[in-house]
């Protein structure tokens, strides 16, 4: 009975076992991706950039290929990066003062998640991101509870080797900051921590950007290519629909429950004082 209490009382090791076990039957089930043999060949021509891509994904490509030479095998850090998100946002419940259930239910949202499952189905550009976004804004929590300043620099590390996998953690970065700004933990920007971090995650991306500087910044002239050519354009609500059915209709109740508790957190905690 204890060991069963056990078991239910860790849902972050439970759900992140449980993905992994899932990926490793699954992701050997069906053929290569065609991106996938693409960075396998990308990484046996190491570089420190490519065309439309920085260099981290094809390097692991090239050694899990290398090393296993097995689609299993090649989808293994998909898979670890996924089962470590479904463990991490369960986690992330907790630090947010959430619950036994709270915690079950954000990670099995996430386990359930489409597009967030389908990171541990293929390599890809893609495949680590969900994990460092929400490493780099637990880090960022832990900074502004626990006035730790090593948590800046943590999250700087994991944006610098998130920057190395796709370039789309910038935005991200962006984000985090305009958020801080707009808040009154716009004092945390007022010390050294947050932009040493800044600056150990530039230092990790210097080589590509470097790279991509000398070469006359192809990513960017691909981008554009791509823009004009192949992808669709959406209007804001078109975007926003599309990305709720590519999440997974199923978890919009839980995110959208949450939207709506985080919008009125402010009222809830005036109450809280109050009382």
Known sequence: ??????????????????????????????????????????????????????????LI??????????????????????????????????????????????????????????SGVTLSTDCLQPLAWLAIGLCVVKAQEGDDQRWWLAAGAIAGFAFLAKYTV????????????????????ATWAPWAGALIASAIAAPNLIWQAANGWPFVAHTAVLAAERNIPLSPVQFLVQEILVVGAATAPVWIAGLAALARLSQLEQSHNEV
């Open 61 to 118: 490509a090239w050694a899990s290929d290398a090393a296993f030479h097995s689609l299993r095998g090649l989808r293994l850090v998909p898979a670890l990066a996924c089962a470590a998100t479904v463990a991490l946002t369960a986690h992330a419940a907790r630090m947010l003062g959430g619950g036994l259930y709270a915690r079950w239910l954000a990670g099995i949202a996430v386990l359930g998640g489409g597009a967030l499952e389908f």
């Open 170 to 189: 910038a935005l991200y970065l962006v984000s985090v900051a305009a958020g801080l700004l707009a808040t009154t933990q716009r004092r945390l920007l």
């Open 1 to 58: 009975m204890r060991g069963r209490l056990s078991v239910v009382n860790r849902p972050e090791l439970v759900l992140g076992l449980l993905t992994l076990a899932l990926h490793l039957w699954i992701n050997g089930s069906y053929g290569y991706f065609r991106d996938e043999l693409y960075y396998i060949v990308c990484g046996r021509h190491p570089a420190l950039g490519y065309t439309d891509q920085p260099p981290l994904i094809p």
